[in-house]
Antibody
Framework: QVQLVQSGAEVKKPGASVKVSCKASGYTFTSYYMHWVRQAPGQGLEWMGI????????SYAQKFQGRVTMTRDTSTSTVYMELSSLRSEDTAVYYC??????????????????WGQGTLVTVSS | QSALTQPASVSGSPGQSITISCTGT?????????VSWFQQHPGKAPKLMIYEVSKRPSGVSNRFSGSKSGNTASLTISGLQAEDEADYYC???????????FGTGTKVTVL
């Protein structure tokens, strides 16, 4: 069965960086994209970006350009999301979600079919 | 890129049907097929309930159905049950520089 297991909670100081991991199992890692989505306390979902584990190409939300880096390690079927220059507003639960290409238009990985359990990142001085 | 607009809350009695709307702009929905709906219980990860406007993943009850008309997508829950009480989010592919957007979220209460 498909599983996405994320790393544990983190507490960081403003200005620091955080790197969250998402280990995939139960499917061919390089056949599906991976999205990153975050949710601030009591708030809605926010799309951060996507990585293609096959070639490592990425696309980031304009809001996070220059601060976020998504990478992957095909040997361990793990994707990583690193966010730098942290501020208090970055306190949130960060989720990875598998991206599947559907039959619709256009042919993009627009189906978020499996999600990790989430990783709480707290930014506080 | 602004979030898609959903009502903050919707409620209904057990057995009733409710509908949650999700409104965007023509650039949000356009002619795209990638409208999804997610259910989120407190402290849990979102769960895919509807994808490509009206398709249900395996294991999702047929009490959940989706549709889209113009710039508004809708999720209908029929035969409302206590376990349906949760937050619901829509999402869509968009033609903007940020290609995926979520809705503001709707809290469903079963009376």
């Amino acid at each position: 069965q498909v599983q996405l297991v994320q790393s544990g909670a983190e507490v960081k100081k403003p200005g620091a960086s955080v790197k969250v991991s998402c280990k995939a199992s139960g499917y061919t890692f390089t056949s599906y994209y991976m999205h990153w989505v975050r949710q601030a306390p009591g708030q809605g979902l926010e799309w951060m970006g996507i990585i293609n584990p096959s070639g490592g190409s990425t696309s980031y939300a304009q809001k996070f350009q220059g601060r976020v880096t998504m990478t992957r390690d095909t040997s361990t079927s793990t994707v990583y999301m690193e966010l730098s220059s942290l501020r208090s507003e970055d306190t949130a639960v960060y989720y990875c979600a598998r991206g599947r290409v559907g039959s619709g238009y256009p042919a993009i990985p627009g189906i978020f079919d499996y999600w990790g359990q989430g990783t709480l990142v707290t930014v506080s001085s | 890129q602004s979030a898609l607009t959903q009502p903050a809350s919707v409620s209904g009695s057990p057995g009733q049907s409710i509908t949650i709307s999700c409104t965007g702009t023509s650039s949000d929905f356009g002619g795209y097929s990638y409208v999804s709906w997610f259910q989120q219980h407190p402290g849990k990860a979102p769960k895919l309930m509807i994808y490509e406007v009206s398709k249900r993943p395996s294991g999702v009850s047929n009490r959940f159905s989706g549709s889209k008309s113009g710039n508004t997508a809708s999720l209908t829950i029929s035969g409302l049950q206590a376990e349906d009480e949760a937050d619901y989010y829509c999402s869509s592919y968009t033609s903007s520089s940020t290609p995926y957007v979520f809705g503001t979220g709707t809290k469903v209460t079963v009376l």
